[in-house]
């Protein structure tokens, strides 16, 4: 069956821009979680879904960052007013119940270059 | 796609070689390690996890040792192939449901 997939797998944003970065995760996966990987390190945790509702978004940068899974499918980051240093990979993943051993199955990521 | 881990530590072994990847983790309370293989333009993918009750746990060609004492992780692959080539990451869940993942470091196999 099909994976975890985001789009656009990449995106150059100018300073300032606002972009919308999209996650399909796997059917019937009630977990997703964001994740931010900046070049030559591992990723670092955003935000978690539990179907619509999220909750924890600790790990959001800064208040231009913002996620949303309105009907406990698709998810949505949103980053406002890009910066340079929001560049990076952006990560989703999805597990099949809000249990902590459940695996994670990540999508290929979306590259955000801000110029 | 583009090249992960590009300032990462480099282990280089001969193909059929055994491979042992070596990972330090900070936090004491952490209960759930897990170890992630992440090829260039591709998300990590799930390899093998431990749970702190055990030491040990074997895969196919895969072992992970579990050292609580000083807080270390390794990831040892049998008869290293050239697909093994990439960038592994452990990973350590301590509450909730996120994933905290160390630098990584990149396995390269040689023909």
């Known amino acids: 069956g099909a994976g975890v997939s985001q789009s656009p797998r990449y995106k150059v944003a100018k300073r300032g821009q606002d972009v919308a970065l999209r996650c399909d995760p796997i059917?019937?996966?009630?977990?997703l979680f964001w994740y931010q990987q900046a070049l030559g390190q591992g990723p670092e945790f955003l935000t978690y879904f539990q179907n619509e509702a999220q909750l924890d978004k600790s790990g959001l940068p800064s208040d231009r960052f913002f996620a949303e899974r309105p009907e406990g499918s698709v998810s949505t980051l949103k980053i406002q007013r890009t910066q340079q240093e929001d560049s990076a990979v952006y990560l989703c993943?999805?597990?099949?119940?809000?249990?902590?051993?459940?695996?994670?199955?990540f999508g290929p990521g979306t590259r955000l270059t801000v110029l | 796609g583009e090249s992960v881990g590009l300032h990462l530590p480099t282990l280089s072994v001969q193909e059929g070689d055994n491979s042992i990847i070596n990972c330090a983790y900070s936090?004491?309370?952490?209960?759930?390690f897990i170890w992630y293989k992440q090829e260039s333009g591709k998300g990590p993918q799930f390899i093998i996890d431990?749970?702190?009750?055990?030491d040990k746990r074997q895969g196919q060609r895969v072992t992970v040792l579990l050292n609580k004492t000083v807080k270390h992780l390794s990831l040892q692959i049998a008869a290293t192939q050239p697909g093994d080539s990439a960038v592994y990451f452990c990973?350590?869940?301590?509450?909730?449901?996120?994933?905290?993942f160390g630098g990584g470091t990149r396995l390269m196999v040689k023909p």
């Open positions: 059917s019937g996966h009630v977990s």
């Open positions: 936090n004491s309370a952490s209960d759930y």
């Open positions: 431990i749970r702190s009750n055990m």
């Open positions: 993943a999805s597990s099949t119940r809000g249990m902590r051993y459940n695996e994670q199955f």
């Open positions: 990973a350590e869940n301590n509450a909730g449901n996120m994933l905290t």
